[in-house]
């Protein structure tokens, strides 16, 4: 019988593994995951041939990681300055209309353990919200890339700095974005740029050494579109206003 020391022994590891574009994605917990709000131990992207990068290590020290639950589709990533996290939710939801003939029957809403479809019927077709694991889906990682960069550029800040931002994300947090002052959307749109080049930056490095985090996203176009879906799903919206968003703009004579 093989020997394993008693203190490995004593500390299991709490992993799910995604096959994701040809590599492996293991979220690694801290705890036996309970899918509310699970912190996460680390992300290992493990590419074809191998190469195993730590995607936890990219977080400033102090960070947390947690895979949540309770993030909905109008925010489904998100960096947290005063708690110092970044979570992101389990489910990415994904939003279709189709008409049905009238007199004909609605599908079916489908419930399994890994894919939610929800289908909401309107006076002119079906708006149908479908979810799939977030993680495994295109754009996932440039977008942790990007929420990453916002822990990283607040880090970099002076504590003066810091101040000043904690004090403009809390004020903002009150106001509607159609409420923002021209300063507020400065700030905002500054803040935003400077993530992003954190994150494109961070995720060419990983390029260059043969870590390929969005191989689907394999030119500047595609890789672009994959930053604009993380960027509209950013939008400062509930999901009721968010449905009838997407309700108007696909139901566009
Ligand atoms: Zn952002």
């Known amino acids: 019988m093989e020997q394993t020391p008693k203190s490995v022994q004593e500390q299991p590891r709490f992993v799910e593994e995604k096959e994701r574009f040809g590599a492996k994605v293991r ?14 131990e680390d992300i290992e992207y493990e590419t074809g041939d191998g190469k195993i990068t730590s995607i936890k290590s990219l977080l400033p020290r102090e960070w947390k990681m947690v895979r949540s639950s309770f993030l909905g589709m109008d925010r489904p990533m998100v960096a947290s300055f005063a708690e110092k996290t970044v979570a992101y939710g389990e489910n990415y939801w994904i939003p279709k209309a189709f008409i049905v003939p009238k007199g004909e029957p609605l599908p079916e809403p489908v419930r399994r353990e890994d894919f939610i479809r929800e289908v909401f019927p309107g ?15 295109n754009g996932f990682f440039i977008s942790l890339l990007h929420e990453i960069g916002h822990s990283q550029v607040f880090e970099n800040m002076s504590e003066e700095e810091q101040a000043k931002f904690l004090e403009h994300v809390s004020d903002l947090s ?60 950013r939008e400062d919206m509930n999901p009721v206003e968010f449905i009838k968003l997407v309700r108007e703009a696909l139901f566009q004579e």
């Open 27 to 40: 979220e690694v917990f801290k705890s036996e995951p309970n899918s509310l709000q699970d912190e996460i």
């Open 123 to 137: 006076p002119r077709g079906v708006l149908e919200l479908s979810s799939a694991p977030q993680i495994e889906r």
């Open 174 to 233: 009150n106001k509607r974005k159609s409420q923002y002052a021209e300063q507020d959307k400065k700030t905002e749109i500054e803040n935003e740029r400077k993530s992003w080049a954190w994150a494109l930056k961070e995720f060419r490095q990983l390029k260059r050494g043969g870590v390929d985090l969005e191989p689907e996203l394999d030119s500047p176009d595609k890789l672009l579109r994959g930053i604009h879906a993380a960027l509209d799903t």
